[in-house]
Nanobody
Framework: QVQLVESGGGLVQPGGSLRLSCAFSGGTFTAHGVAWFRQAPGKERKFVSRVNWSSAMKDYADSVLGRFTITKDNAKNTVYLQMNRLKPEDTANYYC?????????????????WGQGTQVTVSS
């Protein structure tokens, strides 16, 4: 049973920072890529960032480029999202997701495995 567990969300003031973690496990599961998506109330789930598990190639949405950094720890099967210079519009539930093959990296439906999400609120 593949499991992804996010942690690290919370309330932060504009301009502040948070680091999200996504730990995944499950038998012989080997991810091709692990991504972060976010979803604000009443809005669609949107791509934030992704890291290729073998090549470490990284992709970012334009809205977070230069502020967010995705990293991975192969030994711990964990992916991190360092979020700096947070803005109120970054407020959302953040989800990590894993895909097992080369698919569209920004399309949520191409990720079969999802965590439960962690809430990030940016407010003064």
């Amino acid at each position: 049973q593949v499991q992804l567990v996010e942690s690290g969300g919370g309330l932060v003031q504009p301009g502040g920072s948070l680091r999200l973690s996504c730990a995944f496990s499950g038998g012989t599961f080997t991810a091709h890529g692990v991504a972060w998506f976010r979803q604000a109330p009443g809005k669609e789930r949107k791509f934030v960032s992704r890291v290729n598990w073998s090549s470490a190639m990284k992709d970012y949405a334009d809205s977070v480029l230069g502020r967010f950094t995705i990293t991975k720890d192969n030994a711990k099967n964990t992916v991190y999202l360092q979020m700096n210079r947070l803005k109120p519009e970054d407020t959302a539930n953040y989800y990590c997701a894993a895909q097992l093959r080369a698919d569209r990296i920004t399309e949520p439906s191409d990720y079969p495995y999802w965590g439960q999400g962690t809430q990030v609120t940016v407010s003064s």
